[in-house]
């Protein structure tokens, strides 16, 4: 079993910066593709950004490219989303997810392990 747990959400400013931490554990995660999507009250969910855990792979929604960076540490089994240049419309829950098909996608359909979320509320 895989266990996903997100931390380093909260409460920022407009143009304010987060960085967001995924601890994966259960199993070894060097065959999956990881990523992060979010969802906002009323809206679908959304993807965010993806990452290759052994190839160094990524891409990004088109909404937060140039402001997001998605990363990981392969020793500390750890993914990160630093996200800078914050907006209102990031206001959102972010969840971690692993596709153990590693398939790439950007639909939430591909990934079959999720995290609890973590809130990130960004104010005007």
């Known amino acids: 079993q895989v266990q996903l747990a997100e931390s380093g959400g909260g409460l920022v400013q407009v143009g304010g910066s987060l960085r967001l931490s995924c601890a994966v554990s259960?199993?070894?995660?060097?065959?999956?593709?990881m990523g992060w999507f979010r969802q906002a009250p009323g809206k679908e969910r959304e993807f965010v950004a993806g990452?290759?855990?052994?190839?160094?792979?990524?891409h990004y929604a088109e909404s937060v490219k140039g402001r997001f960076t998605i990363s990981r540490d392969n020793a500390e089994n750890t993914m990160y989303l630093q996200m800078n240049s914050l907006k209102p419309e990031d206001t959102a829950v972010y969840y971690c997810v692993a596709d153990s098909s590693a398939s790439g996608s950007s639909h939430y359909n591909w990934y079959d392990y999720w995290g609890q979320g973590t809130q990130v509320t960004v104010s005007s």
């Open positions: 990452i290759a855990w052994s190839g160094g792979f990524t």
């Open positions: 259960g199993r070894t995660f060097s065959d999956y593709f």
